[in-house]
């Protein structure tokens, strides 16, 4: 249920009290893509950080790869992914989003994210087993990461009006929140077409095979440090 709390609490100040809902045409459906997605990466780097530290009496009691710690963590945020689904796509529906054949591009959107947040709770799960006290603060900086990628509104034409420079519009539009975001909206919303196009799944692919096997190093490379603090 927190995906469709947060939405509710979302739609509330930035749809109705801040006119959010002027800024696309299918303002609920572009919220609830944008929360259910975020939520998936949101929760599978926050609970794969914890993986290793959370869990050092097994760590230290039994020899195996530990990396299948956080890996496990994030295909359990996928499940609870998939129970949250149904209510995503009810909304979308409701809001008067047709299914097209580009809803066959939404599996694929979810394998790059997948893969990226695998990748994320890798390198999360040995930096907070080496200092722990990050895991106090890293759910503060994925809401910062969240508002600054388009969760709620479509950030890039908001900073446009704000005359923020084009180079950090340029590194708010390539960060991989927003791509993937925009690249779920463009799946499943046909209201809604995100700047970049099809350049946003070009980069998707990119942060995606970048992100898992850089995590699998990053994480490897302390394998055999887990579990002495």
């Known amino acids: 249920m927190d995906p469709v709390l947060t939405m509710a609490l ?8 801040m006119g959010g809902r002027g800024s696309v045409e299918n303002y609920t459906g572009f919220l609830a893509a944008g929360v259910f997605t975020f939520a998936l990466i949101r929760q599978s780097v926050t609970a794969g950080s914890r993986s290793i530290s959370g869990n050092e009496g097994l760590v230290r009691s039994i020899h195996f790869p530990r990396a299948v ?17 149904p209510i995503m796509i009810v909304i979308l529906l409701i809001t008067g989003e047709p299914i097209t054949w580009q809803w066959l ?3 694929v959107a979810l394998l790059l994210i997948v893969m990226f947040s695998m990748g994320m709770a890798l390198v999360m799960a040995r930096i907070v087993a080496t200092v722990q006290d990050i895991s106090e603060i890293l759910p503060y900086l994925l809401r910062i990461w969240g508002y600054m990628s388009g969760v709620m509104i479509p950030i890039a034409d908001r900073l446009d009006r704000l005359g923020v420079p084009p180079w950090a519009t340029f590194i708010i539009e390539v960060n991989p929140g927003t791509v993937f975001l925009n690249c779920m909206r463009d799946a499943l919303m046909d209201s809604y077409f995100s700047p970049g196009g099809w350049i946003n799944w070009a980069l998707a692919v990119g942060w995606a095979l970048v992100m898992l096997p850089f995590g699998l190093w990053f994480f490897w490379r302390a394998e055999d440090q887990y579990g002495r603090g």
């Open 69 to 85: 710690l956080p890996i496990a963590v994030v295909m359990k945020q996928l499940r609870v992914f998939y129970y949250a689904l």
């Open 105 to 107: 591009l939404a599996p």
């Open 10 to 17: 979302y739609w509330f100040l930035f749809g109705f009290l």
